[in-house]
């Protein structure tokens, strides 16, 4: 079997030839990109575990769960990799808030800042909208970095599963680019994707993605008016009218 792009770039010797095809450009599901990094999430969870939090849960069956880690069922795939990520998340959090951040300050002033933020928007009040965004901001950046300071603490478990957070989340993030229709995110979340899917090695789709990322780029100056209507969200298809 080969894929579109061997095809494309075949030298053909009968009426089809290399030339004919110079200006198509592969366009590569969503769909299949994100099976294809569940699968890859799979092969780096499979025996940590993660099956048997799945059972013993009650999230699903010992089957389905093999399924999950085997990249066999999408929907499914998608929900229990969403549903461990943010348990992992809130016990990465509960020991960030005992073990690192100073006595008092486990909201860094970030419930008040926020509830000043709401109030400055329904009243309309420019200044005080700015002043907390300000405030959200400064927050923000305290608290990245008491954050980091954690991570590069943790042992080589906690970051193994951060890892697996990390993936979950870029997973997230490309399906809500995909259903927005957002260009630019879908080609960023791809390219992090990239090395989890050479690490995996998924030889197929490793060889594709990099030549897809540098075409779905070269768009706006090989054929701007595809490029056009893609940045404005017509690269997806959507069953109804709306966002």
């Given at each position: 079997q080969?894929t579109?792009?061997?095809i494309?770039n075949c030298?053909w ?5 290399s030339?004919?095809?110079a200006?198509?450009?592969?366009r590569?599901g969503g769909?299949?990109?994100a ?7 799979g092969?780096?969870?499979k025996?940590?575990g993660?099956e048997e ?5 009650g ?7 093999n399924?999950?880690?085997a990249?066999?069922?999408y929907y499914?795939?998608v929900?229990?990799h ?5 348990a ?6 509960d020991a960030?808030?005992e073990?690192t951040?100073?006595?008092g300050?486990?909201?860094l002033?970030f419930?008040?800042?926020l509830?000043n933020l709401?109030e400055s ?5 420019p200044?005080s ?8 901001k400064a927050?923000l950046?305290e608290?990245?970095?008491i ?9 080589i478990?906690?970051k193994?599963?951060l890892m697996?957070?990390d993936m979950?989340?870029?997973?997230k993030?490309?399906i809500?680019?995909?259903?927005a229709?957002n260009?630019?995110?879908h080609l960023?979340?791809i ?7 050479v ?10 993605l990099p030549?897809?990322l ?5 768009l706006?100056?090989?054929?701007p008016?595809?490029?056009?209507n893609f940045?404005?969200g ?5 069953r109804?009218?709306g966002?």
């Amino acid at each position: 079997q080969k894929t579109a792009y061997e095809i494309r770039n075949c030298d053909w010797s009968s009426d089809v030839c290399s030339s004919d095809l110079a200006n198509v450009v592969t366009r590569l599901g969503g769909f299949h990109i994100a099976e294809n990094f569940l699968k890859s999430i799979g092969f780096f969870m499979k025996d940590s575990g993660i099956e048997e939090l799945l059972t013993e849960s009650g999230v699903c069956k010992g089957g389905t769960a093999n399924k999950v880690i085997a990249g066999r069922d999408y929907y499914k795939m998608v929900r229990c990799h969403t549903l461990v990520s943010e348990a992992m998340v809130g016990l990465a959090w509960d020991a960030f808030e005992e073990q690192t951040l100073p006595e008092g300050r486990h909201d860094l002033d970030f419930g008040d800042s926020l509830d000043n933020l709401h109030e400055s928007q329904l009243h309309k009040d420019p200044a005080s909208a700015l002043n907390s965004c300000t405030a959200v901001k400064a927050s923000l950046e305290e608290i990245s970095s008491i954050w980091k300071e954690f991570i590069d603490s943790l042992g080589i478990t906690a970051k193994y599963w951060l890892m697996y957070v990390d993936m979950v989340s870029i997973l997230k993030r490309f399906i809500k680019a995909d259903r927005a229709g957002n260009l630019l995110e879908h080609l960023a979340e791809i390219q992090h994707m990239l090395p989890y899917i050479v690490a995996a090695k998924h030889t197929n789709h490793m060889s594709c993605l990099p030549l897809y990322l540098k075409e779905m780029r070269d768009l706006e100056e090989q054929h701007p008016a595809v490029y056009n209507n893609f940045i404005r969200g017509r690269f997806t298809v959507h069953r109804s009218e709306g966002r």
